[in-house]
């Protein structure tokens, strides 16, 4: 089965605009496939309270209600990890194999399937995840020069913004990864059109990964874009879509994924 965790630098996305991730796992495969949401950072993003009852009070300016900002890091990890320990412990009720479940994440939802899979909080979860998929995630949040893009989303994500380097620490998976880490086997995507920084996170996660002879796998997805990429999930036929299929089946079923060393050229 496919657990998916969308997108939308942490700030922005719904499940429901995401219901097309079955159309190829469930559609075509027979997979099962759960699509989940999560707790937004975005500082458009309030919690309902008595002042704000209603989304005609609350369109009003916010210095005339007392508006609560809805989440923060680690919100979103957290409700991740709730969401996907329900799934292990009822998806068999649903037709789904909780022994058989890989995590799959887009975007921001890549660097939130990544770091469930590593963050020592969640390292009770991680027997129960065969594979991870990650596609155009973030995984060093402290590396400035590849997060710079994403300053405004990490001012609405996290406490203190890009100076809060504890936090940032936190929430990068690289971060937890050592030789020995009892690891799934790890599947990097990133496209050929990519959002600035992106590229260079994914360098840095493979590098991470090599040195500490964990198994993983990368691919190049040339002519797609970071939107374009995703929108092909929703064809079984597509370039990052036959890949994820191939990954998974050969993953689940043919178990030839080792750690792969490259030698720095």
Known sequence: MIFFVHGGAWTDGYAAWYSFVAQSFTGAKGW?????DYR???????????????RVTCALPASQINRTKSAWYPDNIQDVGTAFSWVAQNIQNYGGDPGKIVVFGHSAGGHLASLLTTHPDFSSLRPQIRGLISMSGAYSMTNDASMAFFYSDLVQTFKGGPLNNAALLD??????????????????????????????QTNLMTTTLQTAGLPYKSDYLPGYDHQTEMEAISDIQALPTSLIVKYIEDLLFKKVYLPVIVQAE
């Open 40 to 54: 937004l950072t975005s500082d458009q993003v309030f919690l309902a309270d008595a002042y704000c009852p209603d």
């Open 32 to 36: 099962v496939t759960v699509v989940i």
């Open 171 to 200: 929430a990068s998976p690289a971060h937890y990864i050592a030789p020995g880490f009892n690891l799934p086997p790890i599947y990097l995507l990133t496209a050929e059109s990519e959002l600035p920084g992106l590229p260079l």
